[in-house]
């Protein structure tokens, strides 16, 4: 009888090791995902002030020919776009988790 007792415990304990290892790994994954969020909202602003400081300079001088400025100014375009789209992402999934 009491070596059940002692079975029953171990197999318990046991499983409330494997419960706090699975709320470990999930938490971990959910901590991860905040920061890379974080990561990317910030490289968004940044390249958004960067391609409106170029976009300004671009205004100011009236010569038709190719910059620096300008074509930094377009080539921006191939990280905003992404990083809008991921952005949009995650401010859509914060309003799901409220409602």
């Known amino acids: 009888m009491i070596s059940t007792v002692t079975t029953?415990?171990?197999?318990?304990?046991?499983?409330?090791?494997?419960?706090v290892a699975a709320v470990s790994t999930v938490t971990t994954a959910t901590s991860f995902a905040v920061e890379m969020g974080l990561?990317?909202?910030?490289?968004?602003?940044?390249?958004?002030?960067?391609k409106e400081l170029a976009g300004a300079s671009i205004a100011i001088s009236s010569a038709s020919e190719i910059t620096?400025?300008?074509?930094l100014d377009r080539a921006l375009?191939?990280?905003i776009i992404p990083l809008l789209i991921?952005?949009?992402?995650?401010?859509?999934?914060?309003?799901?988790?409220?409602?």
């Open 39 to 50: 990561l990317a909202t910030i490289i968004l602003i940044i390249m958004l002030i960067v």
């Open 86 to 99: 991921v952005f949009a992402c995650i401010v859509l999934e914060k309003v799901l988790s409220v409602l």
């Open 8 to 19: 029953v415990s171990t197999v318990s304990t046991v499983s409330t090791v494997s419960t």
């Open 68 to 71: 620096l400025q300008g074509a």
């Open 77 to 79: 375009n191939v990280g």
